[in-house]
């Protein structure tokens, strides 16, 4: 071979092994692909490559080939490669279906010659894996917003509902009860000597004074402690417990709030207690009033008959019957009776809320307070019938309202002819510290015998109304 022939030949191979250079470089890369499957989806090198030990030189199995077509496909815009290999499955399909996607995704491949042409021209996919892509475009193009759509792994976690345990029930407040109350104001009735009604009288007084002290107290301490006790309740049974809902904790407070509100002095659970001791006082003042009436004190004369019931003549005979009789009225002194009509239904409206029922059990006191029960006397008020009672107590509050020495208001029975009575003011004083009592004198005449009974009504400073006092 000649020197010219030489250097072309040589000239020649040159050229060719800077081509063949040159279209290695310009050729996929199989490292290149192994690396970017590896790192997004950790698919094994050997799906891809025959040999992963030597995978530049190795050649490229089916899936290794689809994922090269695919990422350098020709289609407008450019599939998501990685996902579609991922998904790619052996036999139903040679490879993934591309999936057009924005430019802005994945932008263009930058491994085109200076014309602008694809390096490698990708085979035509789009017969490849139907069924398959089909069901999966299914389930993409499904509405997002509607949970049945959705893959159970894309659905969002919803507890399950939980039911709420039964809140705890506030105990009952304490009550008051009728029968503890002692209801002895007039048992002093059915005595005829004024000495034994005064003893009889002091005996009531202290069983009174007995139930305020161990019964009325012991009450307002009771409903304190049931106040502590549903607030014990809500804060360590239902506030911060998460098994309740927070509607249901403020439903609860809102109920033990306005329970404890109820207990408070001036609350509706304290209304018995507060008529209980309006009783206490009414029923105290007057057997003051009726003790001094029949020993002869707080402006009282003594009694003619004062003790001599239970002295007896050298005979044996009561000195009392040894005595001249005068008139119907001496001859009915020795009558009595045992207790005042209407007074079971006056206890019974305190405890059990009858008489307030119309105004509520808050208003019980002043209703007690202008009860017949309160402005009459029991040497009276047991002789007269109900109705009889309300027309002597009409006249006693008529006489009290002119507060006036002489004032006098007389009353009729409405259901007996011989029936009748009249309340006069005798006396009138008024103290420094200005407490103002007032003396009246009931009469009451039946079928034409008198009974006639002084009684003392007095009212504070700053009060409004009169009661029955010493």
């Known amino acids: 071979m000649s020197k010219v022939q030489t250097a072309l030949a040589v000239g020649v191979f040159g050229t060719m092994s800077a081509a063949a250079v040159g279209a290695l470089m310009l050729s996929s890369s199989p490292v290149e692909a192994t690396v970017a499957i590896a790192t ?55 490879g993934p279906q591309p999936v057009d996607l924005p430019p ?87 005595l005829a000597d004024p000495h034994d009604k005064a003893i009889n009288i002091n005996q009531c007084t202290t069983r009174l004074d007995d139930y305020y002290n161990n019964v009325l107290t012991e ?56 008529a209980a001791v309006e009783l206490y006082n009414s029923d105290r003042n007057y057997l003051s009033d009726r003790y001094c009436y029949n020993t002869g004190c707080g402006g009282y004369p003594v009694p003619a008959n004062y003790g001599f019931m239970n002295m007896q003549t050298a005979s044996g005979e009561p000195v009392e019957q040894s005595k001249p009789k005068k008139g119907k009225a001496a001859a009915s002194s020795n009558k009595s009776c045992k207790k005042s009509r209407g007074r079971g239904g006056l206890l019974g409206g305190v405890f059990g809320g009858v008489v307030g029922s119309a105004a509520g059990l808050d208003k019980i006191g002043t209703l007690i307070a202008s009860a017949a029960g309160a402005v009459l006397v029991g040497e009276i008020a047991c002789k007269l019938s109900q109705e009889e009672q309300e027309k002597a107590a009409e006249a006693t509050i008529a006489v009290v309202e002119q507060e006036k020495v002489g004032a006098v208001a007389e009353w009729q029975s409405p259901t007996r002819g011989g029936v009748s009575g009249s309340s006069t003011v005798t006396a009138l004083n008024t103290e420094p510290n200005g407490r103002k009592c007032l003396t009246i004198t009931d009469v009451a005449i039946i079928d034409g015998e008198e009974t006639r009974v002084s009684k003392q009504m007095c009212r504070g400073a700053g009060q409004s109304r009169y009661a029955i006092m010493a």
């Open 40 to 94: 997004n989806t950790g698919i094994a090198c050997a799906e891809c490559h025959s040999d992963p030990a030597k995978a530049g030189k190795s050649g490229l199995t089916s899936r290794g080939m689809a994922y090269r077509a695919c990422l350098y496909s020709s289609k407008p815009g450019q599939p998501n490669c990685n996902i579609q290999i991922l998904n790619w499955q052996r036999p139903a399909a040679a």
């Open 104 to 190: 802005s995704e994945y932008g263009q491949s930058d491994r085109a010659d200076p014309a602008g042409e694809m390096a490698v021209e990708p085979p035509d996919l789009s017969g490849l894996g139907s069924s398959q892509n089909e069901s999966e475009e299914a389930e993409n193009t499904g509405n997002p917003d509607d949970p049945a759509s959705l893959a159970p792994e894309d659905k969002a976690y919803v507890p399950p509902p939980q039911v709420e345990p039964p809140l705890p029930q506030l105990p009952s407040p304490p009550v008051l009860l009728q029968g503890d109350y002692p209801d002895c104001r007039e048992d002093h009735l059915h």
């Open 219 to 274: 009450f307002r301490k009771q409903m304190n402690e049931y106040q502590n006790e549903i607030s014990r309740i809500y804060t360590e049974q239902v506030a911060g417990r998460m098994e309740y809902s927070a509607a249901s904790r403020d439903r609860f407070y809102k109920e033990m709030r306005e329970e404890h509100a109820n207990s408070d002095p001036d609350g509706k659970n304290m209304a018995v207690y507060r």
